[in-house]
């Protein structure tokens, strides 16, 4: 079992900055690939980004590259999500989600963050 905690979110004027954190327990963090992933209201869960279990490997969805980062850090058990430039569409509950390898389902998920981008 691995289990998910984010942090970080609030309310944020556009063209700000925040930055979320995933803190994981259980089972060994480092060797599991992690993803950040938003749900608007009325919407359906998106992917957002998402890194290896080495971190050699990261992608991002086209509405956030250049202005989003995901960054991990094994040692202290912990996914990042630096968000920089925000946009009103950015605003949702942000959730982290860890699985066993690259090509496998998310199975572990985080309870959310809200992040509200006002304009």
């Known amino acids: 079992q691995v289990q998910l905690v984010e942090s970080g979110g609030g309310l944020v004027q556009a063209g700000g900055s925040l930055r979320l954190s995933c803190a994981a327990s259980?089972?060994?963090?480092?060797?599991?690939?992690m993803g950040w992933f938003r749900q608007a209201p009325g919407k359906e869960r998106e992917f957002v980004a998402a890194i290896t279990w080495r971190g050699d490997i990261i992608t991002y969805a086209d509405s956030v590259k250049g202005r989003f980062t995901i960054a991990r850090d094994n040692a202290e058990n912990t996914l990042y999500l630096q968000m920089n430039s925000l946009k009103p569409e950015d605003t949702a509950v942000y959730y982290c989600?860890?699985?066993?390898?690259?090509?496998?389902?998310?199975?572990?998920w985080g309870q959310g963050t809200q992040v509200t981008v006002s304009s």
């Open positions: 259980g089972r060994t963090f480092s060797s599991y690939a």
């Open positions: 989600a860890a699985k066993p390898s690259a090509w496998a389902s998310y199975n572990y």
